[in-house]
């Protein structure tokens, strides 16, 4: 099975901060990786896919890039409904695979 | 809208049988356009893929889950289920269905259920 591994596992951060997150694939996974974002006692929301594609409705300041092995999530201008677990999934092969997660909290 | 609702019993025995239903508005589970899944989350714990399922009945498991897990579709309901044989304790978890699209556009899990905890307990 694909690993993925997240960094880091947690971070603190300010409102209008930048915030990078990555997720390294165990092995060559194309573009095929999603990142989701989900909050306390909620479903994950769908945030970015095909590694870099905005989900309808998402708000631009987030984005992703990457391909192959390493991928990155970037929330440019962290906004208070920010603070979250932001987690990535890989497409490309069953076993379908997430990494371990990345929560941000507030500095 | 789509909507996507888990249904089941929230307390289960060890050594018996987990099953939750999802039942899917707003989209047909005949779509070709469409994997449907299951995903969990233990206590405090990372996402873990359970498997996806299409409209012909085709299915994949995750493989340390394989051996006690199967799916099923009921597309005259729009519903499709979950059954986890000989549950322990390690399978107490948040317990999500999920809509994956595919195509060429990419796959994804773009809408998930509310999700309902399983609690594994005598």
């Known amino acids: 099975a694909i690993q993925l591994t997240q960094s880091p596992s947690s971070l603190s951060a300010s409102v209008g901060d930048r915030v990078t997150i990555t997720c390294r694939a165990s092995?060559?996974?194309?573009?095929?990786l999603a990142w989701y974002q989900q909050k306390p006692g909620k479903a994950p929301k769908l945030l970015i896919y095909?590694?870099?594609t905005l989900e309808s409705g998402v708000p631009s300041r987030f984005s992703g890039s990457g391909s192959w092995t390493d991928f990155t999530l970037t929330i440019n201008g962290l906004q208070p409904e920010d603070f979250a677990t932001y987690s990535c999934?890989?497409?490309?092969?069953?076993?379908?695979?997430f990494g371990g997660g990345t929560k941000v909290e507030i500095k | 809208q789509l909507q996507l609702q888990e249904s089941g019993p929230g307390l289960v025995k060890p050594s018996e049988t987990l099953s939750l239903t999802c039942t899917v508005s707003?989209?047909?589970?005949?779509?070709?356009?469409?994997?449907w899944g299951w995903i969990r989350q233990p206590p405090g714990k990372g996402l873990e893929w359970i498997g996806n399922?299409?409209?012909?009945?085709?299915?994949y498991y995750n493989p340390s889950l394989k051996s006690r897990v199967t799916t099923s579709l009921d597309t005259s309901r729009n519903q499709f289920s979950l059954n986890l044989r000989s549950v322990t304790a390690t399978d107490t978890a948040v317990y999500y269905c999920?809509?994956?699209?595919?195509?060429?556009?990419?796959?994804?899990?773009?809408?998930w259920g509310q999700g309902t905890l399983v609690t594994v307990s005598s």
């Open positions: 999920a809509r994956e699209s595919v195509g060429s556009a990419g796959e994804r899990y773009d809408s």
């Open positions: 707003g989209a047909s589970l005949s779509s070709s356009i469409y994997y």
């Open positions: 399922i299409f409209y012909s009945g085709t299915t």
């Open positions: 092995q060559g996974i194309s573009s095929a």
């Open positions: 095909e590694a870099s």
């Open positions: 999934q890989q497409f490309y092969s069953y076993p379908l695979t």
